[in-house]
């Protein structure tokens, strides 16, 4: 695989010394290897999941129904559909660009499903194709202004939440709240549609070969190239470890009601994403903008037509979020994609991991970042605490995240310089 064009020649270096180790001295090298870059700067997940753990256990010692199976289904459910968003936010983020008007495209594809499907009599598939369809035009028009008049996105974007709102309320109509049939497959997939258990364990397995496959693919790409690889022992490793915990968590969850389809939705989202991103060319132009814009157009990159891809898919993916909070609310309404939607969205692909300042991150910080900020949302409620206490917490938590991100830039660049 190419690599990252908005390395620096130390990160380069760093990676081609921890391949040869992964290589040549297999798990212990694999092990060095990942030492080696958290003592460069680079933690990488590491924040996220340790503080994750903290939450877990935290909420569990204060409540011992946190870390129920009912309760952890919830969660995921809970997840699916601000996650789907922040997955757009992530990928906006990694441009170094923001988009503001989140929230609003998601309520106005939400009003777009309800009404094609109850007023107009349209098919739910063309009422889902109608709402996609207005998103990716929203998100066209963003990435022309930006390119061709150079407003920042910031701009654009805030002028956009409140057209887009506008556009929401003028759908919805003057009732300003549709509810959906209850037995249309939308609704029965944001509350009540979960995979039978051995239809999740297949899953699992596809998932753990499917690592395993393309940790193998990539290693032999690069043997080919003359590079090289990595270390098979530790493929199977990171392949038996995923299998292994997925297995655990199918069986824990299939305890109650088992694994959301929506959840999975959300969760295969994320992957075809972070695979675009790390193994496409698409991908890396994405990053090499992200890290220097000049200096990817001079690399030959089309940097607007990137720039306008990945606006498009910005409100794609939050279209698609809409579209699951309207299936689990069962209604579209005035405060569809409204509150904290944006808030939310963009704090959970910040605290997963994504740099504000562009080029570092990936599609698993949607992942991660959402289960942070609604496992505390989940955990207060268990306590009966006020919603107050919520924004505060996952405020400081968003500051704590962009804090660790500035001081490992700038470990990174330390150690360049070193």
């Given amino acids: 695989m190419s690599r990252n064009t908005s390395e620096t020649p130390a990160e380069l270096a760093a990676d081609i010394r921890d391949e040869r180790l992964t290589r040549h001295e297999g798990i212990g090298g694999a092990v060095r290897a ?6 460069g700067g680079d933690l990488g997940s590491l924040p996220v999941v340790i503080g994750l753990v903290l939450i877990w256990a935290i ?31 992530v990928l906006v983020l990694l441009i170094a660009q923001i988009d503001l008007s989140i929230g609003s495209v998601s309520g106005l594809s939400a ?15 063309l009422a889902i194709l109608a709402a996609i369809g207005a998103a990716l035009v929203i998100g066209l028009l963003y990435g022309i202004l930006y390119t061709r008049f150079g407003v920042p996105t910031f701009v654009i974007t805030l002028a956009g939440l409140l057209a887009v709102l506008g556009l929401q309320l003028k759908v919805l109509g003057p009732n300003g709240s549709i509810n ?10 944001g509350t009540s549609m979960f995979f039978p258990p051995w239809a999740a364990y297949a899953l699992a397995i596809i998932a753990a070969l499917g690592m395993f496959l393309s940790d193998w693919f990539r290693s032999r ?48 989202f994320v992957v075809i994403m972070n695979f675009f991103l790390m193994r496409t060319r698409w991908g890396r132009a994405v990053y090499a ?9 001079r690399a030959g990159i089309k940097v607007n037509r990137i720039v306008i891809s990945v606006l498009m898919l910005g409100t794609l993916f939050a279209a698609i979020g809409g579209l699951f909070a309207t299936g689990r609310l069962t209604a579209a309404t005035l405060s569809s ?19 504000l300042f562009g080029g570092r991150g990936s599609a698993y910080s949607a992942l991660l970042g959402i289960f942070v900020i609604q496992s ?18 996952t405020g400081a938590v968003l500051l704590l995240a962009v804090i660790i991100d500035a001081l490992s830039r700038r470990s990174r660049a330390t150690h360049g310089q070193a």
């Fill in 221 to 268: 790409r690069r043997v080919r190239a003359g590079l090289t690889g990595g270390a098979l022992s530790v493929m199977f490793i990171k392949a038996g470890l995923l299998l292994a915990l997925l297995l655990v968590v199918v069986w824990y969850l299939a305890t109650t009601r088992g694994v959301g389809v929506m959840f999975v939705l959300f969760v295969a």
């Fill in 376 to 393: 505390i949302s989940n955990g207060l409620s268990l306590l009966n605490l006020d919603s107050s206490i919520r924004y505060m917490i």
């Fill in 111 to 125: 009003a777009i499903l309800a009404v094609g499907m109850t007023q107009l009599g349209w098919p739910i598939w």
């Fill in 34 to 39: 990942f030492i080696q870059r958290v003592r």
């Fill in 289 to 297: 903008v992200g890290g220097n814009v000049e200096a990817a157009r």
């Fill in 59 to 89: 909420f569990q010692i204060l409540n011992p129904n946190f870390l129920s199976s009912n309760n952890l289904v919830d969660l995921t459910m809970q997840s699916a559909a601000t996650g789907t968003i922040a997955i757009g936010v």
């Fill in 180 to 189: 959906l049939p209850y037995e249309s497959w939308i609704v029965q997939l």
């Fill in 337 to 355: 994609g409204g509150g904290d939607t944006n808030l939310v969205a963009i704090a959970a692909a910040v605290i997963g991991g994504t740099s």
